[in-house]
């Protein structure tokens, strides 16, 4: 017998069905798979098509394993984890069936279910309900309610509304957060402290969504996962679309170009037709971005020309070549510092920065100095924010005339913003498609913010001309375009002294 059933019983007609016991929870990923598949019809896609992607399986094995002490990996302290996946990817169904399970095999489990809209968590809320309802409605206390329903073994699954009093008024053992995307980061902030472990239930808070921008929410929850290396579970079409048979032709299909075989090898339940016709009906970006997560629209980025692989390196400094800093002043938003060289071919090359929050000038002037190797007499500039050049209305002086007091000799002129942009996108790509910019990967900073400077939006079909100012990511672009403004500002007049 399946540990995951009783015993076979006769159904009215006389056929042999598996009949659902508490006593025997899924001991195995196959198991699983297969209680879904008997109860539900529910068929969980379980192929790994793409480096490094996961399959919607390997997210329900994690969650369900998670509060099982014999079956979750040694060391794991709580359930969290990120699902990354693609739109029509199951991401919802699936966290609605693991509410499920829950519900049937771990007692007294406080789960909730919140959305960026009310709507979108109600469609978790509504898979879950139609579960129970198709195969499981006599495991429910009393009558399913439009956000709230209790299981007979004390475990209680409730919508909530995204609102303050809603997150702070509950101690939850399982919340699962869709389309985090489009959460108030405030209110995410503070659901992040709802939740608690209870005896073998570990506090879990699972986080769904497909990312659409770089400066969003998502993209900020899945770089603090990487840090704390908490799981993300990421797949796209090709894990989730149903297999391609041999009556299809792979040089005659549209979808060829990003297949490449891939649902020749599939498991999934997505038609191919309604891809197809998606793909067609969509902008290319938006393809890559809502179907096969390669990355977030660009549309609105300052630096869409910025990739990673490619401008993004280890290099060290060279002390055979000059050393400038770049500085952008700031307390309660972070006050930054670039290490930069620039080679004999032109290779823009930075190596480190320091950035802080909330610290004196004189602290910051210290540790700068402390990270410059070989001295300040090794450095040829230091350009800075011409704000600095402002004095204090309590001390009479300026940051600027503070950190040459300090020993930096600290330089500003005036900066222009849209120029400063410009020389920053030319070093990245130039009209031949060369690049002349490359940063370490010590420099998160600045490599965060190169992705994520953003535009705002277009209100009434009109776009700014400015980037947003968000107090994060425009710091590390402040300092790095000071630099391309003073640098090639002294080049040009030297050039014009030459001539």
């Not at 620039?342 to 210290?366: C, F, N, P």
């Amino acid at each position: 017998m399946n540990p995951a059933f009783a015993e076979s019983s006769p159904d009215e007609h006389g056929q042999e069905t598996e009949v659902f016991a508490a006593e025997n929870p899924p001991q195995t990923r196959q198991q699983l798979k297969q209680f879904l598949q008997v109860h539900l019809n529910l068929h969980i896609p379980d192929a790994h098509l793409c480096p490094g992607h996961s399959s919607p399986m390997d997210y329900l094995w994690y969650s369900w394993s998670t509060d099982w002490p014999s079956l979750r990996p040694a060391g794991q302290i709580s359930g969290d984890c990120v699902v990354w996946a693609n739109r029509g990817g199951g991401k919802t169904q699936i966290a609605a069936a693991a509410a499920l399970l829950e519900g049937l095999f771990k007692e007294n489990c406080r789960s909730r279910i919140i959305a960026g809209s009310l709507d979108q968590a109600g469609r978790m809320y509504e898979y879950l309900t139609e579960f129970i309802e198709t195969s499981f409605a006599d495991q429910i206390e009393g009558r399913i309610l439009k956000d709230k329903c209790v299981f007979k073994n004390g475990t209680q699954v409730r919508l909530l509304a995204q609102s303050q009093r809603a997150v702070r008024g509950h101690h939850v053992q399982k919340l699962r957060c869709d389309e985090v995307e489009l959460f108030v980061p405030e209110i995410f902030n503070a659901a992040k402290f709802c939740i608690k472990s209870r005896g073998t239930l570990r506090g879990s808070m699972e986080c769904l969504s497909t990312m659409h921008r770089p400066w969003g929410l998502m993209q900020k929850v899945i770089s603090d996962a990487q840090t704390a290396q908490i799981p993300i579970f990421k797949w796209c079409l090709w894990e989730v679309i149903q297999r391609c048979g041999s009556d299809r032709s792979c040089s005659r299909c549209p979808l060829d170009r990003d297949c490449q075989g891939k649902a020749r090898r599939a498991d999934g339940f997505l038609q191919i037709d309604d891809c197809i016709a998606q793909m067609r009906r969509s902008s290319r970006v938006g393809f890559e971005t809502e179907m096969l997560c390669l990355k977030p629209n660009l549309e609105n980025a300052v630096f869409a020309d910025f990739e990673p692989a490619v401008h993004v390196r280890p290099v060290q400094d060279d002390p055979t070549l000059p050393l400038y800093r770049a500085i952008d002043f700031g307390y309660v938003h972070p006050f930054v510092c670039l290490w930069i060289q620039v080679d004999g071919e032109g290779l823009i090359r930075v190596i480190d920065e320091y950035v802080q929050s909330r610290r004196t000038l004189a602290a910051h002037a210290e540790e700068i100095k402390k990270k410059t190797s070989g001295g300040e007499s090794r450095v040829a500039a230091t350009y800075c924010d011409p704000a600095g050049g402002q004095r204090n209305g309590e001390s009479g002086r300026s940051s600027i005339e503070l950190l040459r007091e300090a020993g930096i000799r600290a330089y500003s002129s005036r900066s222009d913003i849209s120029g400063g942009l410009e020389k920053i996108r030319r070093a990245l790509r130039a009209g031949d498609g060369s690049s002349r910019l490359v940063i370490s990967p010590r420099c998160v900073h600045l490599i965060e913010a190169l992705q994520c400077y953003h535009y705002p939006a277009a209100v009434s079909g009109e776009r700014a001309e400015q980037p947003v100012k968000d107090g994060v990511y425009d710091h590390p672009i402040d300092a790095l375009r000071y630099f391309f403004l003073n640098y090639y500002k002294k080049s040009a007049k030297v050039r014009q002294v030459r001539g």
